[in-house]
């Protein structure tokens, strides 16, 4: 079973503020990644990182920024959040096989 | 640049049904994952084929792989209305870039 956590799990967030949404895992993988998915939509890829200090944007332009300090760790923040960012947001981490965090379920009013 | 197209995209089906879900992608990949989906919720590994001709089956559901051909299929047999979900495929690129995925089939189960 994948260890892989997220939090929060639901946020509900005004315009403007800057919000961290917190992903770890204790598998051990170097390969981590950030999804957007708007709800029964495709997957969006918008950060992945392949080690620590590493990271590359995806497919999908973003406002959002991630870090790789720790290889258990890879957060991403919004430095000011909008409306358009009301979204699912999902981490996952592989080594062979990619695992899926539970997301988080992001609503800016 | 590789291209993952699932199809179809949308399928409704009775119940004691057989169907199948096809995913075609456009380079060379030797490996290929299959997810589910439940509505608001994460993705579940369902299937990972690693050659051409790989095959598993998990209850009511069947994946394959044809590297030649490029496809892999998802076959669901006698369908419940538990099946209801989105299924992805997904493929390996190679070289060290992420896994490309399909834009989902949303699999409705009616009676």
């Known amino acids: 079973e994948a260890d892989i956590y997220q939090t929060p799990r639901y946020l509900v967030i005004g315009t403007g503020k800057k919000i961290t949404l917190e992903c770890s895992q204790t598998?051990?993988?170097?390969?981590m990644y950030w999804y957007q998915q708007d709800p029964g939509m495709e997957l969006h890829l918008i950060h992945y990182?392949?080690?620590?200090?590493?990271?590359e944007k995806g497919d999908l332009s973003s406002e959002s920024t991630v870090s790789r300090i720790r290889t258990e760790h890879f957060p991403l923040t919004l430095e000011s959040a909008r409306p358009s960012h009301t979204s699912q947001y999902l981490c996952?981490?592989?080594?062979?096989?990619?695992?899926f965090g539970p997301g988080t379920r992001l609503t800016v009013t | 640049e590789l291209k993952v197209e699932q199809n179809p995209l949308f399928l409704s089906m009775q119940e004691g049904k057989n169907y199948t879900i096809y995913c075609n992608y456009s380079?060379?990949?030797?490996?290929l994952y299959w997810y589910r989906q439940d509505p608001g919720k994460s993705l579940e590994s369902l299937f990972v084929?690693?050659?051409?001709?790989a095959v598993k089956q998990e209850g009511r559901l069947m994946a394959s792989l044809d590297t030649k051909a490029r496809l892999s299929t998802l076959h669901i047999t006698a369908a419940v209305h538990d099946l209801s979900a989105t299924y992805f495929c997904?493929?390996?690129?190679?070289?060290?870039?992420?896994?490309?995925f399909g834009k989902g089939t949303r699999l409705s189960v009616i009676a």
């Open positions: 598998m051990g993988h170097d390969k």
């Open positions: 990182s392949y080690g620590v200090n590493s990271t």
């Open positions: 084929l690693l050659s051409n001709g």
């Open positions: 997904a493929v390996w690129n190679s070289g060290n870039t992420p896994l490309v």
């Open positions: 996952a981490s592989s080594h062979y096989e990619q695992y």
């Open positions: 380079t060379t990949s030797d490996r």
